[in-house]
């Protein structure tokens, strides 16, 4: 007899395990390829955006490597390189930065090549420079720009792919070219007075506003253009008088020579030949300060100090006049600090024996002496110079800016030479024996002897110099659609 035997359950399931198993590793291969997949989409999503980034943040450093190059003291200064002084279209009006790489040709101006980086962007801006279908084209750096390198001492490493850097003056393009006069502005010159920037007066004491526009472009082929506004720093003093007493209890002594005064009455110097409104000679801060200048000074020498007052000698209260920076211990302890931090070569010790260097007409100075200052022979200084202690000045001296004797506020001088003092001079007490900030303003002295040229010329122009600080701020950034 013969059995039939049917297959088992378990016979069945196993045949149903192995499609599941299949099943599983489908899904399971199908989760991996995904993962790998979403895995190479983020990393090139973060290489793009790390190039992106890279070339924004390279186009920025050029930025800032011209913009620090513009200083006079800077290595590899563009001074040398002649900064634009006219409106783009003339020649010598535009300032190319160039950084190719090795074997690379970067020429902005030449829109003819695409391997030349062109300029797209400076046919926008103005209408001026001769362009075709958007692009400068023009063989060589010669009929409207001139051209640089980059610094290799500003240079990362590896170096950076910015390619160029623009540097030319603002002028105004705005959509709306009429003034509330009527006048059209839209063309002009733009510059900074100090506050805002404005289309009026691009004329001393006024500065220029430079546009500076840069591109990057990295081997992967990204892309980005940045442009900043940038204007000179200038230190914030107003002079409201050739020779300032600032505080109470004035010490004023002058020499007999009829070759000593103090004038007021603006005069040309420091590069500057043009002259704004007379200050008086001497300001003092009280009306008992007038009567004690007045007789420090040596009979039949009256006529020596003139200023904006008319009459002879020319000392004058000018508390409601003087800036707030200049009114306090606090201001004026703020003033100086500001100066310490600005200051072209390292600060000062005192006691000290003149200068190693008290500036050129070229190269003006900031300098600040922390203590007594001796000046003696022949000196002759340019820019600012701060001194907390006692300035003596014997012989020869004189300087050509700004002296501030801020701190134990004593100006002992004598003289005998044919120097003079061309700028303002400023004399304050805030500091007691100790050096401790005093709770108001002390007794400042000026005594001055001898004979000789010496004396104290108000000048707006060497001001402007000294104040001038050759550094320069940003005031305005943005990244480009190009």
């Known amino acids: ?84 002084t006219t409106l783009p279209g003339t020649s010598g009006s535009v300032l190319y930065i160039l950084n190719p790489a090795n074997g690379e040709t970067v020429a902005p101006w030449n829109g003819s090549s695409s391997t030349t980086y062109p300029d797209d962007e400076i046919c926008k801006e103005t209408s001026t420079i001769s362009c075709s279908s958007n692009l400068p084209n023009i063989s060589s750096c010669s009929s409207w720009c001139v051209s640089a390198t980059a610094s290799t001492t500003y240079a990362a490493s590896p170096v950076l792919p910015w390619k160029w850097v623009r540097l030319m003056l603002k002028q105004n393009n705005a959509l709306t070219s009429y003034s509330t006069n009527g006048s059209s502005s839209s063309g002009s010159q733009v510059c900074w007075n100090g506050t805002n920037e404005e289309t009026t007066s691009c004329s001393a004491p006024n500065l220029p506003v430079y546009t500076m526009t840069a591109l990057a472009v990295t081997p992967s082929g990204s892309r980005r253009m940045v442009q900043a506004e940038i204007a000179e720093d200038r230190l914030n003093f107003s002079a409201t008088s050739a020779l300032t007493l600032d505080g109470t209890g004035d010490t004023y002594g002058a020499p007999h020579s009829n070759n000593f005064g103090v004038n007021g009455i603006d005069s040309t110097g420091c590069g500057s030949t043009t002259t704004g409104p007379a200050i008086p000679a001497i300001g003092v801060t009280d009306n008992p300060d007038i009567t004690t200048v007045t007789g420090g000074i040596p009979n039949g020498r009256a006529n020596n100090y003139t200023g904006s007052g008319g009459s002879t000698p020319d000392i004058e209260n000018i508390s409601s006049s003087l800036p707030p920076n200049l009114q306090t211990v606090t201001s004026l302890q703020n003033l100086t600090s500001s100066i310490k931090s600005m200051v072209t070569q390292p600060v000062i010790t005192g006691p000290a024996s003149n200068l190693s260097n008290a500036g050129t007409a070229a190269s003006p100075q900031i300098i600040y002496v922390n203590g007594d200052l001796t000046l003696s022979g022949n000196v002759t200084g340019y820019g600012i110079l701060v001194v907390t202690g006692t300035l003596t000045a014997s012989g020869n001296v004189g300087w050509n800016g700004l002296v501030l004797v801020i701190g134990q506020g004593n100006f002992q001088g004598n003289g005998g030479g044919g120097n003079s003092y061309n700028g303002a001079i400023l004399v304050a007490k805030t500091l007691d024996s100790m050096g401790n900030p005093l709770a108001s303003l002390g007794a400042p002295t000026f005594d001055f002897s001898g004979g000789g040229g010496n004396g104290l010329n108000y000048s707006s122009g060497c001001i402007a110099q000294a104040t001038t600080l050759s550094t320069f701020h940003t005031m305005a950034f943005r990244e480009m659609l190009n």
């Open 1 to 84: 007899m013969t059995l039939n035997r049917k297959g088992s359950s378990r016979d069945q399931q196993h045949g149903i395990a192995l499609v599941m198993v299949l099943i599983a590793l489908l899904i399971i291969g199908a989760i991996t390829a995904g993962a790998i997949l979403l895995s190479n989409t983020e990393t090139s999503i973060s290489a793009n955006f790390r190039d992106e980034q890279l070339a924004f943040f390279s186009a920025k450093s050029g930025i800032e490597e011209t913009r620090d190059r513009m200083r006079t003291t800077a290595t590899n200064t563009l001074r040398t390189a002649s900064l634009p």
